[in-house]
């Protein structure tokens, strides 16, 4: 069975880096207003609300629209490996890797190996969700 995208159709690295960068200044920026609203940040409950509200910028995000807003900023979306729409399940599998390493630079950095590493460019949480990252 032949692959629904080419290699040149795969989000590059500096797209995908650039996507990231968009959503990661704007969902923390989200996510502090909200435990703003909700609680101090150091109170459990504003704690819960920071980490729902980030994390869930990203699996929202994809599962509804096959994108976040960062990604639809650096025109690139993601996808079933067959080329169909990403289901929920695979934007919860995709994004679980970040919520596991804690958003560390040591984690961002892995995941730039991984795509290198990768002949359809896929980071850790793509491979375990089997999805690709697509230029739109």
Same mark, same amino acid.
């Given at each position: 069975?032949?692959?629904?995208?080419?290699?040149?159709?795969? $989000?590059?690295?500096?797209?995908?880096?650039? #996507?990231? =960068?968009?959503?990661? %200044?704007a969902?923390? /920026? !989200?996510?502090?207003? *909200?435990?703003?609203?909700?609680?101090? $940040?150091?109170?459990?409950?504003?704690?819960? #609300?920071? =980490?729902?509200?980030? %994390?869930?910028?990203? /699996? !929202?995000?994809?599962? *509804?629209?096959?994108?976040t807003?960062?990604?639809?900023?650096?025109?690139?979306?993601?996808?079933?490996?067959?080329?169909?729409?990403?289901?929920a399940?695979?934007a919860?599998?995709?994004n679980?890797?970040?919520?596991?390493?804690?958003?560390?630079?040591?984690?961002?950095?892995?995941?730039?190996?991984?795509?290198?590493d990768?002949?359809?460019?896929?980071?850790?949480?793509?491979?375990?969700?089997?999805?690709?990252?697509?230029?739109?």
């Amino acid at each position: 069975m032949s692959k629904p995208y080419t290699r040149s159709q795969l $989000a590059s690295v500096t797209a995908r880096g650039g #996507a990231w =960068l968009v959503d990661i %200044v704007a969902s923390l /920026v !989200v996510a502090a207003v *909200v435990s703003g609203v909700v609680g101090v $940040a150091a109170d459990p409950l504003g704690a819960l #609300a920071f =980490l729902l509200v980030s %994390v869930g910028w990203y /699996v !929202v995000s994809e599962a *509804v629209w096959g994108r976040t807003p960062g990604k639809w900023v650096a025109g690139i979306r993601v996808v079933e490996a067959d080329g169909g729409d990403v289901s929920a399940r695979a934007a919860v599998v995709r994004n679980a890797t970040k919520v596991i390493g804690g958003g560390s630079i040591l984690l961002v950095l892995a995941g730039v190996v991984f795509i290198a590493d990768s002949r359809d460019n896929q980071r850790l949480g793509d491979r375990f969700a089997d999805t690709l990252v697509v230029r739109v």
